[in-house]
């Protein structure tokens, strides 16, 4: 994901009733003050519990996702720097040995 993708994801969450939410048993969402945000129960879809239990999982695992995938690129980016270095130091070195001859 880009930066980008990231940043509105993470924006789309902040701006979201806070959570955590929950699947009521009745194919709805309800935040922590107990009101509906998503109600399936209404439409003709077998996947309704499945939908809503999917949403409210969502509105935890989003936050947590973006701040995983933003610590594991730190982390690359930081092992290809300390690798891009050691490289260049061992070239510098075979270098000066290939200068003593």
């Known amino acids: 994901m880009t930066n980008d993708e ?4 993470e924006a789309l969450a ?7 939410w929950v699947e009521d048993g009745f194919d709805c969402v309800r935040a922590p ?3 509906i945000l998503y109600d399936n129960s209404c439409r003709d879809d077998d996947n309704g519990a499945r939908n809503a239990a999917f949403i ?3 509105r935890d695992a ?4 973006v701040a995983e ?3 594991l690129k730190e982390a690359y980016e930081s ?7 050691a490289g260049a130091a061992q070239l ?4 000066k040995e290939v200068g003593k001859l």
């Open 92 to 95: 510098s070195r075979a270098l």
């Open 79 to 85: 092992a290809y720097q300390r690798g891009f270095d």
């Open 56 to 58: 409210a999982a969502a």
């Open 69 to 71: 995938v933003r610590r």
């Open 33 to 35: 003050d107990f009101r």
């Open 14 to 20: 902040n701006a979201a009733t806070p959570g955590p």
């Open 6 to 9: 990231l940043t509105t994801l």
């Open 62 to 65: 989003v936050p947590a996702l």
